[in-house]
């Protein structure tokens, strides 16, 4: 069974960066995929971005050349670096890995979860 523990989170204003950490426990991440997700108020869960087993990554549109995903094996950590934040990224954001090295954008496609780290940009 693996843990998993988001920090990072905080309060900021716009254009502002942010770099979210995602710690693993009780299972090696290597070779295993990983991805973030945020939720919004009022809003479902979605995928923010992802990286596979082979340090293949992928984005969604919204967040794509302002967001990077990176990952430490030795560490057993993911990171999520975030550049010019905007209000629109204010969210609660999820850390995830699932029992194949493919990655996923679906929810329902992530067996482990964080608790969230809760993200405000505002002015």
């Known amino acids: 069974q693996v843990q998993l523990a988001e920090s990072g989170g905080g309060s900021v204003q716009p254009g502002a960066s942010l770099r979210l950490s995602c710690a693993a426990s009780g299972r090696t991440i290597n070779n295993y995929a990983m991805g973030w997700f945020r939720q919004a108020p009022g809003k479902e869960r979605e995928f923010v971005a992802s990286i596979n087993g082979y340090g293949v990554t992928n984005y969604a549109d919204s967040v794509k050349g302002r967001l990077t995903i990176s990952r430490n094996n030795a560490a057993n950590t993911v990171y999520l670096q975030m550049n010019s934040l905007e209000p629109e990224d204010t969210a609660l954001y999820y850390c995830?890995?699932?029992?194949?090295?493919?990655?996923?954008?679906?929810?329902?496609?992530?067996?482990?979860w964080g608790q969230g780290t809760q993200v405000t940009v505002s002015s």
């Open positions: 995830a890995t699932r029992k194949s090295s493919y990655a996923s954008i679906s929810v329902k496609d992530y067996a482990y």
